[in-house]
């Protein structure tokens, strides 16, 4: 069977490639460069040209495939609704092709989705309309009303491996900014987290074993407090740790940020282990947070990149 995927070449893409070729999938893989081109064909994998906007090329890869994992993102954060804009049309474009075939479709989300909702969040609960990518992740369901078997992977926001943590990483770079590493309101809030091969291997399963209209969770630990997230950070750089009031939030982290660190997002993949027997075993977040933390080139690296990266902290201070 020939997969076409996007995002081949991304932090979460690529294992997910490694793995579908373990399995003995034919791979295509959209590349956007011609770097990336060359990573991919280094994998034997087949390469097409292209990026999210190609919805020709989008519409080419699909039509040649037996399905589609859907990785690709352009994560614009200055224009959120332009970067949702350009996903649904990718979607579009490549589940069009898909329809009446029943040939799965797996696209992207976030359990961020579904936060605040006072308990785990399960795979049954709805996408907070608030939320700009929820329109991505309805409208690619909604083909499993047109004869594809379309279905969501939501993600944690803290997918990790020893290299890098999603939104954990972010938190270190905005403690190293500050000089302190911070929680707030007594630190009570919990993210899910998953580990990125974990990640990869959830991915397949659902594309081998899914149902169609599905979502599921791709939260292999639950809810980790964000207080021993910011404990990890404030002892691995040796640097204060301070409990600070909400209203203090964005003036540590920024207008984006600032919310963020604050989020509970509890979730529950007890549905999504139970109907794909996905069993997570990688390491947690807290172990790859801690060695990665624990490798002062990392470090360093932090020091020299962050002061670019929140910008838009500096304006909060100036302009609050």
């Known amino acids: 069977m020939k997969i076409f995927v996007t995002g081949a070449t991304g932090f979460i893409g690529s294992a ?43 519409a080419a890869g699909a039509k040649q495939s037996d399905g589609v994992l859907h990785l690709g993102f352009t994560n614009n954060f200055d224009d959120m609704a332009g970067a949702v804009e350009i996903d649904v049309n990718a979607i579009k474009a490549m589940a069009d092709e898909l329809a009446g075939t029943n040939k799965p479709f797996v696209n992207t989300s976030g359990t961020l989705m579904v936060a605040d909702q006072g308990r785990k969040a399960t795979e049954d609960d709805i996408s907070d309309d608030k939320q700009l990518r929820t329109r991505s992740e309805k409208f690619s369901l909604g083909y499993a009303d047109k004869g594809v078997r379309a279905m969501v992977v939501r993600l944690s926001p803290t997918v990790h491996d020893e290299t890098r943590q999603g939104f954990g990483t972010i938190a270190a770079q905005i403690a190293i900014q500050n000089g302190k590493s911070a929680y707030f309101s007594g630190g009570t809030n919990a993210w899910p987290s998953v580990h990125r091969l974990d990640a990869a291997n959830l991915f397949v399963d659902t594309l081998e074993k899914g149902k169609s209209g ?33 209203d203090k939030a964005v003036d540590y982290a920024g207008l984006y940020f600032g919310p963020t660190l604050q989020i509970n997002n509890p979730t529950s993949s007890e549905k999504t282990q139970n109907e794909l027997g996905w069993v997570p075993t990688h390491p947690d977040l807290l172990t790859d947070m801690t060695s990665f933390l624990s490798d002062e080139k990392n470090v360093e690296n932090f020091k020299k990149i962050t002061k670019f990266l929140y910008k838009e902290n500096e304006y909060a201070k100036t302009n609050s």
């Open 16 to 58: 997910v490639v490694d793995e579908l070729l373990r399995r003995n999938y034919d791979v295509v893989g959209l590349a956007r460069s011609e770097q990336s081109a060359q990573k991919l064909t280094a994998r034997g994998v087949e390469v097409l040209r292209g990026s999210l906007e190609d919805t020709d090329i989008l």
């Open 214 to 246: 599905a979502v599921y969770n791709a939260a292999a630990e639950e809810a980790i407090p964000f207080k021993e997230i910011a404990e990890t950070i404030s002892t691995k750089l040796n640097i204060p740790l301070e409990e600070l009031s909400a």
